[in-house]
T-cell receptor, first 113, second 111 residues
Framework: GENVEQHPSTLSVQEGDSAVIKCTYSDSASNYFPWYKQELGKRPQLIIDIRSNVGEKKDQRIAVTLNKTAKHFSLHITETQPEDSAVYFCAASIGQGAQKLVFGQGTRLTINP | NAGVTQTPKFQVLKTGQSMTLQCAQDMNHNSMYWYRQDPGMGLRLIYYSASEGTTDKGEVPNGYNVSRLNKREFSLRLESAAPSQTSVYFC??????????FGEGSWLTVV
């Protein structure tokens, strides 16, 4: 099948702690893995992405790791802040030409002050 | 650059009515997509168009039709709306292999 599984569905962490969200995918041809942040009533916005020829990518407090063998990738947010509270979605490109972008079910992240 | 523009932003339909959601992008992207997002759920792909002149089904195509009118525009049509189609609809576009950009969303209620 062509699906993306995301865990956990909800995550609550103390401000300043780290948060980790994990996704698995089924299509071995997938080659592009973005992460999106969505605030209430808004559109999803890209926060970081990684391609299949790279194992890790960082952008300030955000990092993504990819394990192609195990078909899973993870989002790491360090030194969390209240403004990190949102719903986060992972996605993977699948199908012929990897043109389809299929999303995980989302993780509601709450940062407690 | 307006990015991805979709209309209308809000719509209420009666069961059985038809309507078309319009989407246009000014980024010269090849691929365009329609997703739906139900409360507390992820984004599910309805249809996509990898390039002008082609369209393909996504995860939940039943009850919808699409038209890739030209490179800029990709419309989504509900021929006979049902309450199960109450959702937020997002149009998106993408240059092959790169980031996908979303429109602001269309809130559709079918009563």
């Amino acid at each position: 099948g062509e699906n993306v599984e995301q865990h956990p569905s909800t995550l609550s962490v103390q401000e300043g702690d780290s948060a980790v969200i994990k996704c698995t995918y089924s299509d071995s041809a997938s080659n592009y893995f973005p992460w999106y942040k969505q605030e209430l009533g808004k559109r999803p916005q890209l926060i970081i992405d990684i391609r299949s020829n790279v194992g890790e990518k960082k952008d300030q407090r955000i990092a993504v790791t990819l394990n192609k063998t195990a078909k899973h990738f993870s989002l790491h947010i360090t030194e969390t802040q209240p403004e990190d509270s949102a719903v986060y979605f992972c996605a993977a490109s699948i199908g012929q030409g990897a043109q389809k972008l299929v999303f995980g079910q989302g993780t509601r992240l709450t940062i407690n002050p | 650059n307006a990015g991805v523009t979709q209309t209308p932003k809000f719509q209420v339909l009666k069961t059985g009515q038809s309507m078309t959601l319009q989407c246009a992008q000014d980024m010269n992207h090849n691929s365009m997509y329609w997703y739906r997002q139900d409360p507390g759920m992820g984004l599910r792909l309805i249809y996509y168009s990898a390039s002008e002149g082609t369209t393909d089904k996504g995860e939940v195509p039943n009850g919808y039709n699409v038209s890739r009118l030209n490179k800029r525009e990709f419309s989504l049509r509900l021929e006979s709306a049902a309450p199960s189609q109450t959702s937020v609809y997002f149009c998106a576009s993408r240059l092959s292999g790169n980031t996908i950009y979303f429109g602001e969303g269309s809130w559709l209620t079918v009563v």
